[in-house]
Each structure stands twice: as C-alpha cells, then as structure tokens.
C-alpha cells in the first residue's frame, strides 16, 4: 500500500505559479502510475494530469495543457504539479492518487492524499 501526502497550495495572484508536491510512502510508488485531479466547491472531482512509473509518459487535461507539468522522482518517492499562468478557474483542492485501471475518472484511481487548497484571485 502507498500513502500519499499532498502540500505546497496556497493563495497566489491570476498569472502566478504554484508547484504541488506528493510525497509517498511504502514500497510501491516507484512502480506506480499516478495522477493528479481537482475538485472546486460545488463541482466534481475531475482529473488534472498522469504520469506512469518513470516519468516517461504524461498526458494532460485540455484545461491545463501548456501550462502545468507533471513530473517525479523515484529516489524521493515524490510527484510534483508545476502549475503556471494560473487562472482564478484552477481555484480547486488538489488531490494526488495511485492510478488502479486505466482511464481518467476518479475511481480508475486509489490511495488517495488529503488534499491541498489552491487559490487563484482576480
């Protein structure tokens, strides 16, 4: 089992950036895809970005391509979101997860962290 710890949210200015570290214990993460998703105040939870075992492959959601970065380090045992050009619309708790199936919906996905807030203002 794997668990995850999410940090590094906070308050920044439209235009900003904000990098998200997860941080993962136990002896499966360097073996594990993982991924990225959002939830904002009265809305689903939708996937953000994946990354598989390596990092070698990444894939993004429309709404944040070009503008963040997935990545991770194996030796650390952590994943990380480099989140850029911010808008107020990415205003959201961020979550990471243990990819389970394959897919982008919340339940293809498990081992979930508590979460981090991240605000955008106008």
């Known amino acids: 089992q794997v668990r995850l710890v999410e940090s590094g949210g906070g308050l920044v200015q439209a235009g900003g950036s904000l990098r998200l570290s997860c941080a993962a214990s136990g002896r499966t993460f360097s073996s594990s895809a993982m991924g990225w998703f959002r939830q904002a105040p009265r809305k689903e939870r939708e996937f953000v970005a994946d990354?598989?075992?390596?990092?070698?492959?990444?894939s993004y959601a429309n709404s944040v391509k070009g503008r963040f970065t997935i990545s991770r380090v194996n030796a650390l045992n952590t994943m990380y979101l480099q989140m850029n050009s911010l808008k107020p619309e990415d205003t959201a708790v961020y979550y990471c997860?243990?990819?389970?199936?394959?897919?982008?919906?919340?339940?293809?996905?498990?081992?979930w962290g508590q979460g981090t807030q991240v605000t955008v203002s106008s």
């Open positions: 997860a243990k990819r389970i199936y394959w897919g982008t919906e919340p339940s293809d996905f498990g081992s």
């Open positions: 990354i598989n075992w390596n990092g070698s492959n990444t």
